[in-house]
C-alpha cells in the first residue's frame, strides 16, 4: 500500500509542504481538512452536485448502474468522492476504492486488469462482511486460476493475510480466495509474463467471470439486507487517451455488465472525442467542473476566490500568506487546485530559504513562473490562434474539437461549470501576451519573474 505522510495544519511557512501535500483527503483527513461548500461555485446552483447524483443512484437497487466521473485533474473530486464514500459507509453500505494508479500498470492499462481489481475488491468486501459463498461458487473462481501457475512471495504467511486484507473475522471459505486473489493482483503492474497470461484468461472466459462476481455480489447485498456493495475505481482519468478509450469504448459492454453500482474517473478531454458518444447506452456519464474565478464575460467571479481561499484556510492559517501573495496564486492556477497547492508549496520552499515568516508575492511570482514554464511547454506556435480565439471570448462553440481535446488533457484550457464554457488558464494566457499574440488587459499580467538576486 503507498505510504502517504499525514497532512499537519500550517501555523507557519515551515509546515506548508505537510499541509498542502499532492493527493485526495483520505476519509480519515475529512473532519479537520475538508470544506464542504464548494457545489454552488462549481455548478451555478446550490442544489445542483454531481456526487451527490451519485450517491442518490448508488442507493437505487439498479439492475445495471455504472457511472463514468469525468473532471480536471486536481479538481477535487478524488476528495468528493471519500466524502460520499464515507456517508454511504454511515448509511450502512460497503464501499471499496481501487488506486488504480497503484494496483495496475497504468502506462500498459487493459480492461481486464480492472476486472481482476474488481473480483478481488468484492472478495475483500465479502471478507470484511463476513460473507459464507456457497461452495460451487467458491469453487468456481478458484478453480478459474487453479490451472495457472501463481507468483510466489518472499511475505510470510500472517504478512501475506495482512496484505491480502485478512482478518481474524474473514470466514475460512473466504481466506483462501483473498490469498489467490493477492497472488493474481499482485503481478499486474510488475510481471509482464504473468500479466498477460492473467489478461488472457479473463478475455477468453469473461462471461464466467463477470457471472462469479455478480453472484459474490448478490451474496453480499443479501447479507447487508439488500445494500449492494459499491466499487471507486482512482486514477483511470489519469490514463492516456489511446488507452483509456479501448478500455472504456472497446469494452464497453465487459465494463458495464455488473450488478452493482461502479464509479470510474475518467479523462474529461475524451468527452469531446467523437466517439464519446456510442458510450450513451452502457455509462452513466458524470461531469464534476472546476471551481470557476471569472464569469464567461471576464469579470471576477468573488464567490470561486472566497471559496478557495476557505480551502486554503482549512489546511493553513492565513497570516503567513503576506499581501495579495495568496490571492495571486488563485488567480493565476485558475481553479485548479493542484497547481494552487504545487504554487503554495513552490513559495512557500522559497519563502523559508530565505528565512521569511510570510510567503510574499516576490515568491508567489517564483512559484507561477516555474508552473508557467511546465505549461509552455506543451503548446507550440501551431496552438497559438486556438488558444487566442478563446481567450478573446470564443468560450462557448468551439469548432476544434480534437484541439480541444489536447488542450483540455494538457491542462492549457480549463472547462467550468461542466461542459458550460471554456477558458485558457491564466499562465498560459500571460504567456501568449508576452509573445504578443494578445493584447494585456489590466494590471494582473505574470510577465516577467522580478529580481530578487537569486
Not at 515551515?14 to 481538512?33: K, M, N, R, S
Not at 450502512?92 to 473480483?119: A, E
Not at 488472457?200 to 462471461?207: C, E, G, K, P, Q
Not at 486554503?312 to 485548479?336: N, Q
Amino acid at each position: 500500500m503507498k505510504y502517504k505522510i499525514a497532512l499537519k495544519y500550517a501555523n507557519k511557512v515551515d509546515d506548508v509542504l505537510l499541509a498542502f501535500q499532492p493527493g485526495p483527503l483520505t476519509i480519515d483527513e475529512l473532519d479537520e481538512f475538508y470544506y464542504d461548500k464548494t457545489m454552488e461555485v462549481r455548478t451555478g446552483d446550490s442544489s445542483d452536485s454531481p456526487i451527490d447524483d451519485i450517491y442518490d443512484a448508488c442507493k437505487m437497487p439498479l439492475e445495471n448502474n455504472p457511472f463514468l466521473l469525468l473532471g480536471h485533474r486536481g479538481c477535487g473530486k478524488s476528495t468528493e468522492l471519500n466524502v460520499m464514500s464515507r456517508r454511504l459507509r454511515e448509511d450502512g453500505y460497503k464501499v471499496f476504492t481501487i488506486p488504480c494508479g497503484i494496483d495496475m500498470d497504468t502506462l500498459n492499462p487493459d480492461y481486464s486488469d480492472i476486472l481482476i481489481l474488481m473480483g478481488d475488491a468484492l472478495l475483500q468486501i465479502a471478507g470484511e462482511a463476513g460473507c459464507k459463498p456457497s461452495q460451487k461458487l467458491s469453487d468456481m473462481i478458484e478453480g478459474f486460476w487453479s490451472d495457472i501457475e501463481q507468483t510466489t512471495t518472499l511475505l510470510d504467511d500472517d504478512e501475506l493475510e495482512l496484505q491480502a486484507g485478512i482478518t481474524a473475522e474473514t470466514p475460512p471459505i473466504i481466506r483462501q480466495l483473498l490469498k489467490m486473489s493477492f497472488k493474481v493482483k499482485s503481478t499486474l503492474k510488475f510481471s509482464e509474463q504473468r500479466r498477460t497470461t492473467y489478461r488472457d484468461r479473463i478475455s477468453r472466459r469473461l462471461s464466467e467471470w463477470t457471472q462469479a462476481m455478480n453472484e459474490l455480489a448478490d451474496i453480499i447485498t443479501e447479507k447487508m439486507e439488500g445494500k449492494q456493495p459499491i466499487l471507486i475505481f482512482e486514477d483511470l482519468d489519469k490514463l492516456e487517451a489511446p488507452a483509456a478509450l479501448s478500455i472504456f469504448l472497446d469494452h464497453a459492454p465487459s465494463m458495464s455488465d455488473v450488478t452493482f453500482p461502479t464509479i470510474y474517473t475518467f479523462p474529461i478531454a475524451l468527452s469531446y472525442d467523437t466517439r464519446f458518444r456510442a458510450l450513451d447506452g452502457y455509462f452513466n456519464k458524470v461531469n464534476f467542473p472546476m471551481i470557476k474565478l471569472q464569469e464567461i464575460s471576464g469579470e471576477r467571479y468573488e464567490a470561486g476566490y472566497r471559496t478557495i481561499e476557505e480551502i486554503v484556510k482549512k489546511r493553513a492559517d492565513l497570516e503567513i500568506f503576506g499581501e495579495g501573495s495568496l490571492d495571486l496564486m488563485i488567480e493565476k492556477t485558475g481553479g485548479s487546485l493542484r497547481d494552487l497547492f504545487g504554487a503554495i508549496i513552490a513559495a512557500a520552499t522559497r519563502a523559508r530559504r530565505r528565512r521569511s515568516a510570510k510567503i510574499e508575492v516576490e515568491d508567489a511570482l517564483r512559484a507561477l513562473e516555474k508552473l508557467k514554464t511546465e505549461l509552455k511547454k506543451t503548446i507550440d506556435g501551431k496552438n497559438y490562434k486556438f488558444l487566442a480565439d478563446i481567450s478573446r471570448g470564443n468560450r462557448e462553440k468551439i469548432e476544434d474539437k480534437e484541439m480541444l481535446l489536447k488542450m483540455l488533457q494538457a491542462g492549457t484550457v480549463l472547462e467550468y461549470n461542466g461542459k458550460g464554457w471554456y477558458n485558457v488558464h491564466p499562465l498560459v494566457n500571460d504567456f501568449l501576451i508576452e509573445q504578443g499574440i494578445l493584447e494585456e488587459e489590466g494590471s494582473s499580467q505574470l510577465s516577467s519573474t522580478p529580481d530578487s538576486g537569486c
